[in-house]
């Protein structure tokens, strides 16, 4: 079984320009989940979608942070524009969804971002 | 989510048992202990979770106090690619999609 798939695996950008991060989760997996990870520290939820519908996005910086999962499939997540403070590991996650008993979070490698 | 409290750092001998205890004092009787690990430049990983009974599989054992105040994941024979960093998360299961909290975790070495 193919895990999460993300991409690009590093991107080096300037501050104010913009990035984006590409995350393909397991097939069928309906529960999609997008983490900050600083160096140091755990990761932090920004935001979880349920298909292609928004669950919660409590903690995403919404005044340059923005997410979309159009068809409930594939999602991409968009950093515009960037601060340096943005400089970390993007995780992207999936499991298979609310009506599931068993709804690990698979994780994938992650996108490492760094902000100059 | 309940917090969790774990201790920073732990060093281990390649083949001995790695025991990383958790503390959890407020967990409430619907929460699970999770354990979750990372490997350096690696997504987490899910290891083992349970409610009280005492739980193993392939990978670990996680032992739960009878007053669920703590718990202690073990990894029987600790090689090389066991160093890492570890998380215990309190959350609830079942179905639904339940957030992970993460802490710090403990980075465990495993030293040759």
């Known amino acids: 079984e193919a895990g999460v798939a993300q991409s690009p695996r590093y991107k080096i950008i300037e501050k104010r320009q913009s990035v984006a991060f590409w995350c393909n989760p397991i097939?069928?997996?309906?529960?999609l989940y997008w983490y900050q990870q600083i160096l140091g520290q755990g990761p932090k939820l920004l935001i979880q979608f349920q298909n292609n519908g928004v669950v919660d996005d409590s903690q995403l910086p919404k005044d340059r942070f923005s997410a979309e999962r159009l068809k409930g499939v594939d999602s991409t997540l968009k950093i515009q524009p960037a601060k340096l403070e943005d400089s970390a590991v993007y995780l992207c996650a999936s499991s298979p969804g609310l009506t599931s008993s068993y709804n690990e979070q698979f994780f994938g490698p992650g996108t490492r971002l760094t902000v100059l | 989510d309940a917090k969790t409290t774990q201790p920073t750092s732990m060093d281990c001998a390649e083949g001995r048992a790695a025991n990383l205890p958790c503390n959890h004092s407020t967990i409430s009787g619907n929460e699970y202990v999770y354990w979750y690990r990372q490997i350096h430049s690696q997504g987490p990983q899910y290891i083992i979770h349970g409610l009280k009974n005492n739980e193993t599989n392939e990978m670990a054992s996680l032992i739960i106090t009878e007053d669920r105040k703590s718990s202690t994941l073990i990894l029987p024979h600790a090689t090389l690619r066991d160093t890492a960093v570890y998380y215990c998360i309190v959350r609830l299961s079942g179905a639904g999609s339940y957030q992970l909290t993460f802490g710090k975790g403990t980075k465990l070495s495993v030293i040759p």
């Open positions: 097939s069928g997996h309906a529960t």
